[in-house]
């Protein structure tokens, strides 16, 4: 079946301690997107490829990276992670941005926890 | 601003009756509006669409309403069944000038058996 796969489902990372999370999807869309979630909270985006386009969203911390090697594969990168940064990490497609009549086909998510 | 607002408060209903629940909006005007279901520590599942000039979809057990005077969206889920109980998300995508797209905080429900 075509989907979004992300890995690790956990990561646990010291504070300031690089991390990487990654994402992969298999339905060829053109966008991919990275969320932030908290607990209770609504996903916040943080940027989105599209095609190799990069958009930041104008609140996003300058700690948070992003890299599109290629359609399949995205990567979020935390550059020195803080405690705020603890939250579930949503990695999202779409053929279209806004994703029309289709919506945003969604991964597992990672869970960071920082230490 | 512009808000989205869902109820943040857990619904609680019975077995076998009707689920509705609320997506409201404010200086927002959005071309279409999505809802999708979330379970924990899961990523959101895509479930329907209504386009601004649409006034009701359904699939299946699920029927979605679009009010752009009101500025809400109603999503009913007839005849709920405990597996139904889960967070349900709506998202507003706005298409006019800057591409805007805007989640709610999402309101759980939990269907009794």
């Known amino acids: 079946d075509a989907m979004v796969i992300q890995n690790p489902r956990y990561q646990v990372t010291q504070f300031g301690k690089p991390v990487t999370l990654s994402c992969s999807q298999t339905?060829?869309?053109?966008?991919m997107y990275w969320y932030q979630q908290k607990s209770s909270q609504a996903p916040k985006l943080l940027f989105h490829y599209y095609d190799k386009d990069f958009n930041n969203e104008a609140d996003t911390p300058d700690n948070f990276q992003s890299r599109r090697p290629n359609t399949s594969f995205c990567f979020l990168d935390i550059r020195s992670p803080g405690l705020g940064d603890a939250a579930m990490y949503l990695c999202a497609t779409s053929r279209v941005p806004g994703g029309a009549n289709y919506g945003y086909t969604f991964g597992s998510g990672t869970r960071l926890t920082v230490v | 601003s512009q808000k989205i607002e869902q109820n943040s408060e857990a619904l609680n209903i019975q077995e076998g009756k009707t689920a509705t629940l609320t997506c409201n909006y404010t200086?927002?005007?959005?071309?279409?509006l999505q809802w999708y279901r979330q379970d924990p520590g899961r990523g959101p599942v895509f479930l329907l669409l209504?386009?601004?000039?649409?006034k009701e979809k359904r699939k299946e057990r699920l029927k979605v309403t679009f009010d752009t005077t009101l500025k809400q969206s109603l999503f009913h889920i007839t005849a709920s069944q405990p597996a139904d109980s889960a967070t349900y998300l709506c998202a507003l995508v706005s298409t006019s000038g800057t591409y805007k797209y805007i989640f709610g905080t999402g309101t759980r429900l939990k269907v009794l058996a």
């Open positions: 339905l060829n869309h053109n966008v």
């Open positions: 200086n927002y005007s959005p071309a279409y």
């Open positions: 209504i386009r601004e000039n649409e």
